[in-house]
């Protein structure tokens, strides 16, 4: 075997060993409590920040006692803190979908954890692990390609529209958790505008989008910490417009929350859409 082709074989290893390989995290309780302490909560939220960009298959979230306790409360306990978990995945836009296992197992033996300090195993052992496992990557095929002009956003706001009708920003794409928009983003949002300014008889609702967040609340922008994204989308939009010459008269901005999800990728519940409330004649 030549080096070209160990160098190929070591490759192809390499990248099997990534996909099978489950990202874990661990968050600590304090005694008898299942609210998670504000320092896990910060570990907890950057590490869900991780997730933006990874394709999940599942999570799986576990809860554990320290072994003081009965074997019913252990249990009830431990499974609390398994929902807090779930609660604050769910409230950062992590589709439940996603969520496959959120158990309670009770205590931990003393003798498992690799310490000798009785006080630090028990810290060690009030916890909830968590495991996140990416989905494979999926063969790429060779078809032909066919060339198809899609028609675009600009190009259904410079056509046939009239009252009522709802345009969705396709390829408007929002980082999780943050009002602005990804900057690839930046460029189809900008010849949206230029066919807004140009389209000078139209006045529309800019709505915002969220996905995932539990009991139809509102996600948390964590730029302000406030609970109000889809509205801090919207507005985003609308600032944005504004700027590049549409007239606010024409305009207003309202966040939907999460109560029209697309039904598909979560990624695509992050989005802002105009709803057209008068058209005009041609000016």
């Not at 320092?39 to 939220?45: P, Q």
């Not at 869900?48 to 409360?73: H, K, N, P, Q, V």
């Not at 675009?152 to 009002?179: H, Q, R």
């Not at 300014?197 to 996600?219: L, M, S």
Request: hydrophobic share 35%.
């Amino acid at each position: 075997m030549n080096k070209l082709q160990i160098l190929i074989v070591s490759l192809i290893i390499s990248f099997k060993v990534s996909y099978s390989q489950k990202l874990t995290h661990e968050v600590y309780f304090d005694t008898d409590k299942y609210v998670v302490p504000s320092t896990e909560t910060s570990r907890l939220l950057l590490f869900i920040s991780s997730l933006s960009d990874l394709d999940i298959e599942s999570i799986s979230i576990y809860g554990f006692c320290d072994d003081r306790g009965a074997d019913t409360y252990n249990l009830k306990l431990s499974q609390q803190r398994a929902d807090a978990i779930k609660t604050l995945f769910s409230e950062n836009e992590i589709s439940e979908d996603l969520i496959t296992n959120v158990d309670g197992k009770g205590e931990i033996l003393l003798k498992i954890v690799d310490e000798t300090n009785i006080i630090k195993i028990r810290g060690l052992n009030r916890k909830v692990e968590i495991i996140v496992k990416p989905k494979p990557p999926k063969p790429k095929e060779v078809v032909k390609e066919v060339v198809v002009k899609k028609e675009t956003t600009s190009d259904k706001i410079k056509g046939d529209i009239k009252v009522g009708d709802k345009i969705i920003f396709e390829n408007i794409l929002f980082k999780t958790g943050y009002a602005r928009v990804n900057p690839e983003s930046k460029k189809t949002l900008e010849s949206i505008a230029k066919a807004l300014v140009e389209r000078n008889n139209v006045y529309f609702t800019i709505q915002g989008h969220v996905c995932c967040t539990k009991y139809t609340r509102d996600a948390v922008d964590r730029k302000t910490k406030k609970r109000n994204l889809s509205e801090a989308r919207a507005k985003y939009v609308y600032e944005y417009f504004a700027k590049k010459g549409v007239d606010k008269r024409r305009m207003r901005y309202m966040g939907m929350r999460r109560k029209f999800p697309l039904g598909g990728d979560p990624k695509f519940d992050r989005r802002v859409e105009i709803l057209i409330t008068y058209v005009g004649k041609n000016q």
